[in-house]
């Protein structure tokens, strides 16, 4: 099997490096090598964070260069433009259609984008939108859509979802355990 690549992007808060770890935990228990980088840049001031995770029959490097992640998942649409310059040609993007205003806006020094999302679209033939804020929000915590977006990515990935389900129990704090697993399977659900 080729080595895939897997580049995560958001904002400190969202759940990014949960994700990582649900992720890199249930690809060791399908028997992939993986190995994954993690960068949490200023991430209690909602700066960005990123998380590149690579894995395959031998793996030998977590870092992804630029053009060579097969999926994008960006957790917030500007971290999508920020970070698309590593999905490759051929990649998919999964975007959540989430505003969380860097600094520079809320201050006034920048303007956030407008048109983001067709943006993308039109630069990202595979693009796939997912409103995971007000998914997670059905499942009964917001939180949880971090796992609504790792629920798309599975089924996207073609991965084993009962890996998953495990993983979730085995990862995330008992009180939280349902919330996410309902959440993944909505993500899952939303790409059949």
């Given at each position: 099997?080729?080595?895939?690549?897997?580049?995560?992007?958001?904002?400190g808060g969202q759940g990014n490096i949960l994700a990582g770890k649900v992720i890199t935990t249930a690809l060791v228990n399908q028997g992939y090598d993986v190995k994954m980088s993690e960068v949490h840049g200023m991430a209690q001031r909602g700066g960005s964070v990123i998380t590149q995770i690579r894995y395959g029959e031998r793996v030998y490097s977590p870092?992804?260069?630029?053009?060579?992640?097969?999926?994008l998942l960006a957790f917030e649409k500007l971290e999508a433009v920020r970070y698309i310059e590593y999905l490759s040609p051929e990649g998919t993007l999964i975007v959540n259609d989430l505003e969380l205003p860097p600094a520079s806006v809320l201050t006034g020094?920048?303007?956030y984008p407008p048109d983001i999302i067709e943006r993308?679209?039109?630069?990202?033939?595979?693009?796939?939108?997912?409103?995971?804020?007000n998914i997670a929000r059905e499942c009964g915590e917001v939180?949880?859509?971090?796992?609504?977006?790792?629920?798309v990515l599975a089924r996207v990935m073609d991965w084993s979802k009962q890996s998953f389900m495990e993983v979730i129990k085995e990862v995330v704090p008992v009180r939280f355990a349902q919330i996410n697993i309902d959440a993944f399977n909505r993500g899952w659900e939303l790409h059949g």
């Open positions: 099997m080729t080595v895939k690549s897997i580049f995560i992007s958001g904002v870092l992804i260069e630029k053009g060579g992640a097969d999926v020094k920048a303007e993308l679209k039109s630069e990202v033939k595979n693009t796939i939108v997912v409103d995971a804020v939180r949880a859509q971090n796992m609504v977006l790792v629920g």
